[in-house]
């Protein structure tokens, strides 16, 4: 079965680039997530869009911003990088707002995010 | 805020015993989740356990939900060394993300 795709898996970036990071949801669902896990730190809540419109924000920093597009996909811009935004970052896609009450999310394998 | 609290932060126990790990929490919630995570890697969903629900089962896990102590556990049985991993409990309070717990990093030794 299709599971929720993120690219790239892995990316390094210098201290004030800018980065993008991609999100294609399991077909039909609706809903993404996007979350930042710091090294041996809990997965943290971004932000959340549904049927591309946003729906919840949490930490996001103004620095970051993202967007949901029409084919459902979405994608995470982070600018001004700095060292601390090194972590690994998740999204993981829903059918609906409050996800799938059987299943849970359903999450990708993350993006590692190294600023050097 | 909801977030979920876990106990222990780590635990290590030999390969064919249990493993059991606690989350509490602070508000109500639609229901809860446990998630595993493998070092570097992607969580994967493992139960769900709804709010009108006191436990559940699926294969060596067993998940109880205690909605008046705001809190829940899970038991992972005749643990193997495969088992080794972090868990995640994460709350769903019904119109809200998941909020996720600190973790306990099992290590499961053979």
């Known amino acids: 079965a299709a599971g929720v795709i993120q690219s790239p898996r892995h990316l390094i970036k210098e201290k004030r680039e800018t980065a993008t990071l991609k999100c294609y949801p399991i077909p039909r669902h609706d809903t993404v997530y996007w979350y930042q896990q710091g090294p041996g730190q809990d997965p943290q809540f971004l932000i959340s869009?549904?049927?591309?419109?946003?729906?919840d924000k949490g930490s996001i920093p103004d620095r970051f911003s993202a967007q949901q597009f029409s084919d459902y996909h979405s994608e995470l811009n982070m600018s001004s990088l700095e060292l601390g935004d090194s972590a690994l970052y998740f999204c993981?896609?829903?059918?609906?707002?409050?996800?799938?009450?059987?299943?849970?999310?359903?999450f990708g394998s993350g993006t590692r995010l190294t600023v050097v | 805020s909801q977030q979920g609290e876990e106990d222990p932060q780590a635990l290590s126990i030999q390969e064919g015993e249990n493993a059991t790990m606690n989350c509490s929490y602070k508000t109500s919630i639609n229901n809860l989740q446990w998630y595993r995570q493998n070092s570097g890697r992607g969580l994967v969903h493992l139960i769900l356990i709804r709010s009108n629900e006191r436990e559940k089962h699926s294969g060596r896990l067993r998940v109880t939900l205690d909605t008046s102590k705001k809190s829940s556990s899970l038991l992972i049985t005749a643990s193997r060394a495969a088992d080794t991993a972090s868990y995640f409990c994460a709350t769903d309070g019904g119109n809200t993300p998941l909020v996720f717990g600190k973790g306990t990093r099992l290590s499961v030794i053979a």
């Open positions: 993981a896609s829903s059918l609906g707002l409050v996800g799938d009450s059987n299943y849970g999310y359903t």
């Open positions: 869009f549904y049927e591309k419109m946003q729906s």
